[in-house]
């Protein structure tokens, strides 16, 4: 099996895949049968942060020397996760070899990065579960898995640990039997071994023949018995050859080999042909009758027999008949993501590239051959060593924003930095409901910080920068980095006057906090029901007849000729009937995750007096200029007017009897 490259696109990184098979299609191509390897920028943030708790824990337990913050980096791009996905990629895709090996605790990481086209994997990564699980061929080397040995008892000092939990002795090397009598001995038991086969009639239907029967009798199943007949007997010689033969007839021993039955050992050669030396599966799918002991006892004697040495012939030759080596050209075709030197035709790609931008990752300014990188709007681009670097591992040699450098988790942060929908979930008027369904959609929040070289290029390339047009579209991407290199080609050509950039004194938290709580109280105590948030969607039924903010009439705002709202028969509107005149307003229901940040607004009386008081272009106005402050002029209390006896009778509320105009 070989690791290989494979080019996925042009502006991709190479697949790492593991070659199983090479065949021939009907239309003359190759195709290779790979196993699948997933780099971290496959996989989630979630597995993500367990793939680094795993690399802490193997850091902790192995004692791996420190290592720096550039190099950890990109110690994770050489970080695989085998899978058991299998695909069918055509092998003129294939790019070059490199080396995956199985990680272990005497590894040092360190080394990984001195060599090339080197990786490494510990965890299994399943694409359809989306889990991460450690390998089950793992090597179990290392202190942890090392026998503890006791210190040697002195002269005279008795061993008090539990003889019935230590190891039972079956030999003792140093007996008082001659090497000749142990062969004598062993010669015995064959000769009993071989007549108890010949007594017994299961041994005579499988082994028909004397040579079959010798040939049982001389497997290690009889040295073991005739060893541990010595051993009970105390190497005596007489009482151990008289334990062999007893008065009821020989003793037999079989092993696994003789126990096994032609049928059961046909079902072992396929299901090892399935599922390979996975003893576990073959017993739970082909042989559940059968221990694992008994399993794999008999693995490693059905090793030893012709059937094992033909099936292995078999598969070599299989293996020659296969397509072994493909010869596969010079890749030639031109890269598109490759950008062509100055003085080339125009019209080609990296023809619209600004001058002065330096490489995305190691930042220099020369390079035989630059290549395009990242999202095109941000013109970033590539040396040709970081380019074939990206192409191989899949990163960059140091973390930069575009690629998603790593953030400080562990540091605190204010209710500034947090996205909408995590501040409204801290907010008291949030229900435990509401509070999840606001923290199901997470934003990703950034913060500006201005150094002292970015604020000389806003003035030094103002002409490149035209911040008064990034101001009017935020959403333009700005090249910082052109920007960058723009300005330090001309600081040094610039006037020796310095800039004048005043320090931005910002005033204390506590000063901020006292100002706020005296402009604006945090909880206002008023006479009337409870606190109410402005983007509220369950309101009671009286308000949902409000309507738009419309030009009253001079009845509604003198209170001369105030009537009660009567239909035309005399009855008074329902609470769930509007008018002809009312406009029909359909109201809005807000996103709870697309809501503005929790603010609560308590109405008091005069307040209310005070918006009544505002025309309608007024509050028009006002809305379009939330920041300034509103001059109102308080009105005039009304003028009580004498109403007209006819005006001023109320209608019944209710009838059933119809109206009778009398002449």
Request: net charge positive; hydrophobic share 35%.
């Amino acid at each position: 099996s070989d690791y290989v490259y494979f080019e996925n696109s042009s502006s991709n990184p190479y697949l790492i895949r593991r070659i199983e098979e090479l065949n021939k299609t009907a239309n003359g191509n190759v195709e290779a049968k790979v196993v699948c390897l997933f780099r971290r920028r496959d996989i989630s943030s979630s597995l993500n942060s367990l793939a680094d708790s795993n690399a802490r824990e193997f850091e902790e337990e192995s004692k791996q020397p420190s290592v720096g913050e550039q190099q950890r980096h990109q110690l994770k791009h050489r970080e695989l996760f085998l899978s058991r996905q299998f695909e069918s990629l055509p092998a003129t895709h294939i790019r070059g070899k490199c080396s995956v090996t199985l990680l272990n605790e005497t590894d040092i990481l360190s080394q990984y990065l001195e060599k090339e086209d080197c990786f490494f994997y510990s965890l299994v990564f399943d694409p359809v579960q989306k889990t991460l699980l450690a390998d089950q061929g793992e090597i179990r080397v290392g202190s942890k898995y090392q026998a503890e040995i006791p210190d040697q008892l002195a002269e005279g000092e008795s061993d008090n640990r539990n003889q019935q939990k230590m190891e039972m002795k079956v030999w003792d090397p140093e007996n008082p039997l001659t090497s000749f009598l142990l062969i004598v001995i062993l010669f015995i038991c064959r000769a009993v071994g071989t007549f108890a086969r010949a007594l017994d009639c299961s041994s005579s239907i499988r082994q028909p023949s004397l040579h079959m029967s010798a040939a049982a009798a001389s497997r290690d199943i009889t040295l073991f018995h005739a060893m541990d007949t010595l051993q009970r007997n105390g190497y005596d010689l007489a009482r151990a050859m008289s334990t062999l033969v007893p008065q009821g007839g020989p003793v037999l021993c079989r092993d696994e080999m003789e126990e096994w039955s032609a049928s059961e050992a046909m079902l072992f050669e396929e299901a090892l042909e399935k599922y390979g030396k996975d003893f576990n599966d073959i017993r739970q799918d082909f042989l559940p009758w059968k221990s694992l002991a008994s399993i794999v006892q008999f693995y490693y004697m059905w090793k030893t027999t012709d059937r094992y040495i033909q099936q292995k012939r078999l598969k070599a030759a299989e293996a020659d008949s296969k397509l072994k080596q493909v010869y596969i050209p010079t890749y030639t075709k031109p890269n598109p993501n490759q950008i062509i030197s100055v003085g080339s035709k125009p019209g080609l790609n990296g023809a619209g590239f600004q001058k002065g931008l330096t490489c995305e990752s190691c930042h220099t300014t020369v390079s035989a051959q630059w290549y395009a990188w990242g999202p095109p709007n941000m013109q970033c681009r590539l040396c040709a060593s970081c380019w074939i670097y990206w192409k191989k591992y899949g990163g960059l040699k140091t973390p930069t924003q575009l690629e998603g450098a790593a953030r400080n988790i562990g540091e605190p942060h204010s209710r500034g930095h947090l996205s909408r929908p995590e501040a409204q979930s801290m907010s008291p008027y949030t229900t435990s409901a509401n509070r999840a369904k606001l923290l199901a959609k997470n934003r990703q929040t950034f913060l500006l910080q201005t150094t002292k070289l970015t604020r000389i290029a806003r003035r030094m390339c103002r002409d490149i920068l035209q911040p008064r047009r990034a101001a009017r579209r935020p959403y333009a991407p700005i090249n910082s980095n052109s920007i960058k290199a723009e300005c330090s080609i001309r600081l040094p050509k610039a006037a020796k006057t310095p800039l004048k950039i005043l320090p931005l004194v910002r005033p204390p938290l506590a000063a901020i906090v006292k100002e706020l709580a005296a402009q604006a109280p945090l909880k206002p105590k008023t006479p009337r029901g409870t606190k109410t948030p402005i983007n509220r969607n369950q309101l009671t039924q009286s308000r949902s007849l409000s309507v738009l903010p419309t030009k009253r009439a001079f009845e509604a705002v003198s209170g001369v000729g105030v009537v009660p709202p009567f239909s035309a028969n005399g009855r008074s509107f329902s609470s769930g009937v509007r008018s002809s005149s009312q406009p029909n307003v359909k109201r809005q229901k807000l996103n709870l995750a697309d809501a503005p940040n929790p603010v609560v607004f308590v109405a008091t009386k005069d307040t209310r007096c005070l918006r009544k008081s505002l025309s309608h272009m007024e509050m028009r106005r006002a809305a379009r200029r939330p920041n300034q402050p509103l001059k109102i002029k308080l009105p005039l209390p009304p003028r009580t007017a004498v109403l007209m006896p006819s005006l001023a009778a109320a209608h019944p509320a209710s009838t059933s009897e119809p109206i009778v105009l009398e002449d």
